[in-house]
């Protein structure tokens, strides 16, 4: 069993007033609103023979600041939650023949209560999760006692199945501040040691220097998002498409039945966690394409492809003369040269192909900011239903309209 103690010790910290963090310590201290952990225990043992057909057992872990400063976002992160927890629910319903998930949901602020760390749902079969509404913020920020004693328990849990994976989210709109039992080095060499067995986790945060915290903590997948409603919701639409990009990864592994040693599949599921957040930020200069890249650019009414990216979709990428909208050689045209709202219902067409086509990747160029004279501010928006489709790669000025940061 893994406990604090244990990395306390292996960083020469004093562990002489710690307590060992296991799962029955965290079972104390939480709430467990779905079912008693026994039930879990004689439903995962039955999902687990039921005919003998190997499956992944995807333990979906989500930690959530409910911290004061997270106030003004209370509604979309009560949305954001319940999105997330919507799209594991269709994944399972998708997967059903590979794949079992579960739900861990653990809220955490310093308000003055003796649990400020608190499980809502624990390792529950989704099925069994009903939507997210508890959420009251308050007080400070204990986002190291939150990480360490929930990713401990479930590790603890999960540690000897090998068909069992995580995938940790966690979101947060500041530093830690008020933790008593874990610190930065402890819960750092805990998540190297469980993304060495294959476990994804995954940072969103906001106001405050969310690469450094990521950074200090050994995680790879990172979000910052504006602090507002739109960054908010936009940066939980990004984590809903990478899950259920990481889910079909999943499904393709075992749907003919996993066969690799496991070495190899302890190795796949590393590189699955590593690629959690795909690269989505299309490069300002795209001279040629790798295989099932598609350019995406703005055409006029009459597809007279004769200037700006248009021009490059005709001479690279096989756009055609007199074509103004849709795929045509390795290029896509969105007409851009009318109305916002004729745009918008371009756009709208455009989504719907992408989302039919998951095996291409399409890289949107600044559609409509240059010849036509649209400005980003205008259209950027028209694409926020793109932001669900791991597939889509869009320009960095449009990711700041729609809330994200990103790096290219």
């Known amino acids: 069993m893994i406990t604090i103690d244990f990395f306390k010790k292996m960083l020469g910290v004093d562990t002489s007033n710690s307590a060992s963090i296991g799962p029955a310590q965290a079972n104390n201290s939480s709430e467990n609103i779905n079912t008693s952990n026994e039930q879990l225990k004689t439903t995962e043992q039955m999902n687990n023979s039921s005919n003998n ?6 333990y979906n872990l989500i930690i959530v600041d409910e911290s004061g400063s997270m106030g003004h976002l209370t509604q979309v992160t009560i949305d954001g939650v319940n999105e997330t927890i919507n799209s594991i629910r269709g994944a399972q319903r998708q997967f059903k023949a ?8 653990v809220t955490f602020d310093s308000n003055g209560s003796n649990r400020p760390v608190r499980t809502l749902v624990n390792r529950a079969p989704i099925a ?8 009251s913020p308050y007080g400070s920020t204990p986002l190291y006692d939150a990480m360490g004693q929930s990713i401990t328990a479930l590790h603890n849990h999960i540690k000897d199945d090998e068909d069992a994976t995580a995938v940790v989210t966690v979101l947060t709109d500041g530093y830690e501040n008020s933790s008593t039992e874990w610190n930065g080095p402890a819960l750092k060499a805990l998540i190297e040691q469980l993304t060495r067995q294959g476990w994804s986790f ?5 106001a405050h220097d969310v690469k450094q915290v990521s950074l200090n903590l050994s995680i790879n997948n990172v979000i910052e998002f504006s602090h507002d409603a739109v960054g908010a919701s936009s940066t939980w639409a990004r984590e809903s498409s990478a899950k259920q990009n990481y889910y079909r990864k999943m499904d393709e592994e075992y749907r003919n ?3 690799q040693s496991k070495e190899e599949w302890l190795e796949r599921k590393r590189q699955m966690a590593n ?17 099932g890249e598609i350019f995406v650019f703005g055409s006029n009414h009459t597809g007279n492809h004769g200037g700006g990216a248009a021009r490059v979709a005709l001479n690279n990428f096989g756009a055609v003369n007199g074509q103004a909208e849709g795929l045509q050689g390795r290029s896509y045209a969105i007409p851009s040269t009318g109305s916002l709202e004729q745009m918008r219902e371009a756009v709208q067409r455009f989504t719907e192909f992408a989302s039919q086509h998951p095996e291409l990747r399409f890289l949107v160029t600044r559609v409509g900011c240059g010849i036509a004279g649209k400005s980003v501010t205008d259209v950027a928006p028209l694409f926020s239903h793109c932001i669900n ?3 889509v790669s869009l320009p960095i000025d449009f990711w700041k309209i729609l809330g994200l940061k990103m790096d290219i």
């Open 53 to 58: 057909i190997k499956k992944a057992r995807i």
């Open 98 to 105: 590979t794949q079992e998930h579960f739900l861990t949901l």
């Open 275 to 291: 690629e959690y957040y795909g690269q989505r930020v299309t490069p300002r200069h795209i001279n040629d394409l790798r295989e």
């Open 128 to 135: 069994q999760v009903n939507d997210f509404t508890n959420y």
């Open 389 to 391: 489709l791991e597939n």
């Open 202 to 206: 995954s940072y969103m945060g906001s």
């Open 257 to 259: 039945g996993r066969r």
